[in-house]
């Protein structure tokens, strides 16, 4: 039978396996917030389309496609919600996520990171007013904002700090 429950152990090669204990309590561990990197904020404004990965309580994966979001500042992205269902009850359960950005086939990079589903108040207001001035036509239903923990070039599977 399933556990909703996961602990985290730390391997040998430095990175964490969840094998039991609470999804909820894992974060990247000795890491707070992340600055997005030149590149990868590059990659992030060309590129069209994301895509953006969040998990259940019980780590049920689901993945979709989004074609609307912002790099905020140094260490947050919004993405505007028009039509999430399981994404949205998923970051209620979860806060961490995930975006992939595949630029040109040149570079691909991972994003994770904490999310919190907006869908009234000052930020809301604030990221309706944005989306709309930027031409979105869809409703914007929330937004998530997230808060960047890791970044990964997926070429070389490091992280894009430990690169240099």
Not at 36 to 50: C, D, N, T
Not at 122 to 141: H, L, N, R, Y
Not at 144 to 149: G, H, L, M, Y
Request: charged share 35%; net charge positive; with cysteine.
């Amino acid at each position: 039978m399933a556990s909703d429950k996961y602990l985290v152990k730390k391997l040998s090669t430095g990175k964490y396996q969840i094998i039991e204990g609470d999804i909820n309590q894992y974060e990247a561990p000795n890491r707070k917030q992340m600055k997005i990197p030149k590149e990868v904020k590059e990659a992030f404004e060309k590129e069209q389309y994301l895509t953006f990965g969040t998990a259940d309580k019980k780590g049920v994966p689901n993945v979709v496609i989004i074609g609307f979001k912002r790099i905020l500042n140094d260490d947050t992205i919004w993405v505007f919600d028009s039509r999430f269902n399981k994404s949205k009850s998923n970051i209620l359960e979860n806060e961490n996520v995930s975006l992939c950005i595949f630029h040109n086939r040149e570079s691909a990079f991972q994003i994770k990171g904490t999310a919190k589903y907006i869908d009234s108040g000052k930020v809301f207001e604030d990221a309706v007013k944005w989306s709309i001035e930027k031409g979105k036509k869809k409703k914007t239903m929330g937004v998530v904002e997230i808060k960047v923990k890791e970044i990964y070039n997926l070429d070389s599977g490091k992280l894009v700090n430990e690169e240099r």
